[in-house]
T-cell receptor, first 113, second 115 residues
Framework: DADVTQTPRNRITKTGKRIMLECSQTKGHDRMYWYRQDPGLGLRLIYYSFDVKDINKGEISDGYSVSRQAQAKFSLSLESAIPNQTALYFCATSDFLAGTEQFFGPGTRLTVL | AQSVAQPEDQVNVAEGNPLTVKCTYS??????LFWYVQYPNRGLQFLLKYITGDNLVKGSYGFEAEFNKSQTSFHLKKPSALVSDSALYFC?????????????FGKGTRLSVIA
C-alpha cells in the first residue's frame, strides 16, 4: 500500500551495529504498529502506538526500541543488532475504530551477519 | 488471550477447483476476524473481514469467508482457483470489546494453485 512507506527496503548489517527502520504514512491514522515476520512463525507484534504520546510493548519487544516522532512517523531501532533479528519487518497503521483493518507497508528485509 | 490457528502450512489445489484455507480462533467474547494475502516481495493486503451481521463475507478477488461461531472458525474460500491466487494467506483476530488493539495473526498458509 503506497500510503504506508518503509525505508530502507533492504538492509544488510553486522552484529553489534545500530539500525533504524523508518515508517511513514499518509492515511491520517493515529495507530501504528511494527511486526516481524519469520518463516513458519507468522507475524509477531514488536511495538505499537495509539498516538504520539503512547507507546506499548508487543509480544517480542526485547532488543528493540521505537520512537513516534509525529502522527505520521514511527521508527523501529535495533540498538545492537544480532543475527536472530534477521527477518522481514512490517509497519502497519489503522484508525481508532475497533472493526477496522490494518494497512501494511511493503516491508524491510533485514539481514544481520 | 487471543489466538489464531491455521492448521495447514501448505494447501495445493488445481486451477479451476474450489479452494479452502482454514482458520480457527480463540477469544473471550465476540471476535472481529480478518484475512490478508501476501504475494512474494510484497506487504500484506487486506482481503475481507467479519464484523457483525451475515456470516458469509465477500471480499476482494472473488474470495469469501464464512464465520461459524459454534466451531470458532473463519475459513477462506473461493469457488474456482486461479494460478494467480498462489500466495501466503494470513488469518487475524481481535476481540470486539478490547478497543482497537493490535491484530493477532496466525502463522500463515501457503496456497499453491497448479495449472
Amino acid at each position: 500500500d503506497a500510503d504506508v512507506t518503509q525505508t530502507p527496503r533492504n538492509r544488510i548489517t553486522k552484529t553489534g551495529k545500530r539500525i533504524m527502520l523508518e515508517c511513514s504514512q499518509t492515511k491520517g491514522h493515529d495507530r501504528m504498529y511494527w511486526y516481524r515476520q519469520d518463516p513458519g512463525l507468522g507475524l509477531r507484534l514488536i511495538y505499537y502506538s495509539f498516538d504520539v504520546k503512547d507507546i506499548n510493548k508487543g509480544e517480542i519487544s526485547d532488543g528493540y526500541s521505537v520512537s513516534r516522532q509525529a502522527q505520521a512517523k514511527f521508527s523501529l531501532s535495533l540498538e545492537s543488532a544480532i543475527p536472530n533479528q534477521t527477518a522481514l519487518y512490517f509497519c502497519a497503521t489503522s484508525d481508532f475504530l475497533a472493526g477496522t483493518e490494518q494497512f501494511f507497508g511493503p516491508g524491510t528485509r533485514l539481514t544481520v551477519l | 488471550a487471543q489466538s489464531v490457528a491455521q492448521p495447514e502450512d501448505q494447501v495445493n489445489v488445481a486451477e479451476g477447483n474450489p479452494l479452502t484455507v482454514k482458520c480457527t480462533y480463540s477469544v473471550s467474547g465476540n471476535p472481529y476476524l480478518f484475512w490478508y494475502v501476501q504475494y512474494p516481495n510484497r506487504g500484506l493486503q487486506f482481503l475481507l473481514k467479519y464484523i457483525t451481521g451475515d456470516n458469509l463475507v465477500k471480499g476482494s478477488y472473488g474470495f469469501e469467508a464464512e464465520f461459524n461461531k459454534s466451531q470458532t472458525s473463519f475459513h477462506l474460500k473461493k469457488p474456482s482457483a486461479l494460478v494467480s491466487d498462489s500466495a501466503l494467506y494470513f488469518c487475524a483476530v481481535r476481540r470486539t470489546n478490547s478497543g482497537n488493539t493490535p491484530l493477532v495473526f496466525g502463522k500463515g498458509t501457503r496456497l499453491s494453485v497448479i495449472a
